[in-house]
């Protein structure tokens, strides 16, 4: 687990570089295009890159740390055996929706690649290269769900804090 915890951390820290990266690259273009009338041709198109990337490496985190919404209304209210078989069977159905998107991502990664495809655009970059991100975040987020369906099993429930049973 503790392998996990650090590939997870790890993507986080490189989603926000990417994000960051992004504002600075948007933030340049707009300095150039408005300042000195200089527009780039590459500052929009590396920035939807980096935000392309970002979103699917950070997701194993934002699960894992359970920033994302949840509505614990009535499951808060079941016992904790119930609240376990809960977790473990959502951490369960998302790892088996991410297990699915990567199966078909990686087809389409898989046919951009060997066909040589581009994005079209100025830079004109292999188009595999953002289709990347999809079979490789959700291949992420699928061990991450997996991991945290083991851990419902053990200890406390991460967002059990202040039920009393």
């Given at each position: 687990m503790r392998l996990l915890d650090a590939v997870e951390t790890l993507a986080a820290r490189l989603a926000a570089l990417l994000l960051s990266l992004t504002g600075a690259f948007l933030s340049y273009e707009v300095?150039?295009?408005y300042f000195?009338?200089?527009p780039t041709i590459w500052a929009a198109e590396l920035s939807q890159l980096c935000l392309i990337w970002a979103?699917?490496?950070a997701a194993p985190w934002v699960l894992s740390a359970r920033?994302?919404?949840?509505v614990t209304a009535l499951s808060g209210l079941l016992p904790l055996p119930a609240r376990r078989a809960l977790e473990v069977g959502s951490m369960l159905v998302v790892a088996a929706f991410s297990a699915v998107v990567v199966w078909f991502g990686f087809g389409i990664f898989e046919d951009s690649f060997s066909r040589g495809r581009t994005t079209g655009t100025m830079l004109d970059l292999p188009a595999a290269l953002p289709?990347?991100?999809v079979?490789?975040?959700f291949a992420l987020l699928t061990l991450s769900a997996l991991g945290n369906a083991w851990r419902?099993?053990?200890g406390p429930l991460p967002h059990d804090e202040g039920i009393v049973e």
């Open positions: 300095v150039a295009r000195f009338n200089a979103c699917p490496l920033r994302h919404i949840r289709e990347a991100a079979p490789v975040g419902a099993t053990r």
